[in-house]
């Protein structure tokens, strides 16, 4: 069939003349919308809306076709195709936002609690910290300064850089266990 009996074939309504326009370009849209992320349900709507387009557009006005069906086809298919990917985009990032928006990351009420519950267990630190004795406040502190093992035993009085680092494993056992003793949650 010649591209413009195509164009009369659906004026008309021609169904066995439409089905051979199926026939002949129904396949290369599905492919084309399978390498566009789509799927053969899309392409076979799409194909429809398509020709529903090219009706309204040529069957209701006299006017000539400049180029093939199938090129004119293929060009309105891509076109709309590309419409639907852009409105997914948009309805899929409307979506991201309005999930970010009721997450309980975002939930005031649980932030709040998270920065309560932050800083009782910064206050609890602390007050356990002051339970320690004055040389493992003093040997944490400088640790944490990043005083070197060697210096901390010389100001300490403590003999040597080994003795040092154990001296800061039961300084911090001891500071675990009161805080995990005096934790209020």
Not at 40 to 58: E, H, V, W
Not at 67 to 75: D, E, I, K, R, T
Not at 135 to 146: A, D, F, S, V, Y
Request: with cysteine; proline share 1%; glycine share 6%.
């Amino acid at each position: 069939m010649s591209e413009e009996n195509h164009l009369l074939a659906l004026c008309a309504g021609d169904t066995p003349r439409i089905r051979s326009i199926y026939q002949q370009y129904a396949g290369q849209i599905r492919r084309w919308v399978e390498d566009n992320n789509g799927s053969a349900a899309d392409a076979q709507d799409l194909f429809q809306d398509g020709l529903i387009a090219i009706y309204d557009r040529y069957c209701s006005k006299d006017i000539e076709l400049s180029s093939s069906f199938g090129a004119l086809l293929f060009g309105v298919c891509k076109r709309k195709w590309f419409d639907r990917l852009k409105e997914k985009n948009r309805e899929t990032i409307v979506r991201k936002i309005e999930e970010e928006r009721y997450t309980d990351d975002n939930d005031p009420v649980m932030e709040s609690e998270a920065a309560f519950l932050e800083l009782q267990k910064q206050e609890t630190l602390a007050q356990t910290f002051a339970l320690l004795s004055a040389q493992c406040q003093q040997l944490l502190t400088l640790l944490g300064q990043g005083v070197a093992g060697d210096q901390i035993a010389d100001q300490l009085g403590i003999a040597n850089a080994n003795a040092v680092y154990q001296s800061k494993h039961r300084c911090m056992s001891r500071w675990k266990e009161l805080f995990t003793q005096n934790l209020k949650v």
